[in-house]
């Protein structure tokens, strides 16, 4: 995996029409699932070019919230706009990339026959399949059947596939899930790196030291955002010294 702070090698510039825009606009955001309430009248923007983490508890809304933003999560009430088209559009299926917790690859075919199924899937240049995969440190395995790859693996063939065609917005749910520690820093340096070339990334994560990566947190809790904030100012806005004990302070205070 390329670890330099510099645009990957190689990689387009992403595509922005309007970089004043919002990425995404969240407006009276209602989904009700079996009868409950799984997100409240939610209000969020998501601004161009910044990298932002999605923090709760299990149940608490998180992969609602990212499905409706990708436009695959049935909705009681409101609204979502990305890229400045209803979420879930046609027009955003070349320009917005979800990766789901489990992994959504062909176990049958190797790496590079999975990447190069979905570029020609995605009208993706034949040199991003190449591109992809070292972004996420595979070449060793380009040519290994996906079955046979351990479970991180599996993951990160699926994040290859997010990564072609340089889309303009990354949902990414749980992405360094099974990742080893060096891993995991490499690929948020990645995540930094593409947000810098002006992609959106909106991360899940329920590890509290990767939340600190993010530019900027959301704390999502009982389907309501408690919490939105730069790391460093939810830590100074509860006087504690790293994001755990921060959203354990703010569900504590939500609570009273």
């Given at each position: 995996m390329v670890k330099s702070t510099e645009r990957v090698e190689g990689r387009p510039e992403a595509r922005h029409a309007d970089r004043d825009r919002p990425a995404i606009v969240v407006d009276g955001l209602t989904v009700v699932r079996g009868g409950r309430t799984v997100i409240d009248d939610m209000d969020l923007r998501v601004e161009t070019g910044t990298l932002t983490g999605i923090l709760g508890p299990s149940g608490g809304g998180k992969t609602t919230l990212m499905r409706a933003i990708v436009g695959v999560q049935q909705?009681?009430?409101?609204?979502?706009?990305?890229?400045?088209?209803?979420?879930?559009?046609?027009?955003?299926?070349?320009?917005?990339?979800?990766?789901?917790?489990?992994?959504?690859?062909?176990?049958?075919?190797?790496?590079?026959?999975?990447?190069r199924y979905f570029a020609d899937v995605l009208g993706a240049p034949r040199a991003d399949v190449e591109r992809a995969i070292e972004e996420v440190d595979l070449a060793d395995h380009a040519d290994d059947l996906v079955g046979r790859l351990s479970g991180g693996q599996e993951s990160r063939v699926s994040l290859a596939t997010a990564l072609l065609n340089s889309p303009e917005l990354l949902v990414l749910d749980e992405p360094t899930v099974g990742l080893d520690p060096v891993l995991r820093r490499d690929l948020w340096d990645l995540f930094h790196r593409l947000a810098d070339g002006g992609s959106t990334l909106l991360v899940s994560s329920h590890?509290?030291?990767?939340?600190?990566?993010?530019?900027?947190?959301?704390?999502?809790?009982?389907?309501?955002?408690?919490?939105d904030d730069a790391p460093a100012r939810l830590l100074e806005r509860t006087g504690t010294d790293d994001v755990e004990h921060a959203f354990l302070s703010i569900v504590e205070e939500d609570e009273r």
């Amino acid at each position: 995996m390329v670890k330099s702070t510099e645009r990957v090698e190689g990689r387009p510039e992403a595509r922005h029409a309007d970089r004043d825009r919002p990425a995404i606009v969240v407006d009276g955001l209602t989904v009700v699932r079996g009868g409950r309430t799984v997100i409240d009248d939610m209000d969020l923007r998501v601004e161009t070019g910044t990298l932002t983490g999605i923090l709760g508890p299990s149940g608490g809304g998180k992969t609602t919230l990212m499905r409706a933003i990708v436009g695959v999560q049935q909705v009681a009430a409101g609204r979502i706009d990305v890229l400045g088209e209803p979420a879930g559009s046609p027009d955003l299926r070349r320009r917005v990339a979800y990766v789901t917790q489990a992994p959504s690859v062909y176990p049958d075919l190797t790496v590079r026959q999975n990447l190069r199924y979905f570029a020609d899937v995605l009208g993706a240049p034949r040199a991003d399949v190449e591109r992809a995969i070292e972004e996420v440190d595979l070449a060793d395995h380009a040519d290994d059947l996906v079955g046979r790859l351990s479970g991180g693996q599996e993951s990160r063939v699926s994040l290859a596939t997010a990564l072609l065609n340089s889309p303009e917005l990354l949902v990414l749910d749980e992405p360094t899930v099974g990742l080893d520690p060096v891993l995991r820093r490499d690929l948020w340096d990645l995540f930094h790196r593409l947000a810098d070339g002006g992609s959106t990334l909106l991360v899940s994560s329920h590890v509290m030291d990767e939340a600190e990566r993010c530019e900027r947190l959301l704390l999502v809790r009982e389907g309501r955002i408690i919490a939105d904030d730069a790391p460093a100012r939810l830590l100074e806005r509860t006087g504690t010294d790293d994001v755990e004990h921060a959203f354990l302070s703010i569900v504590e205070e939500d609570e009273r």
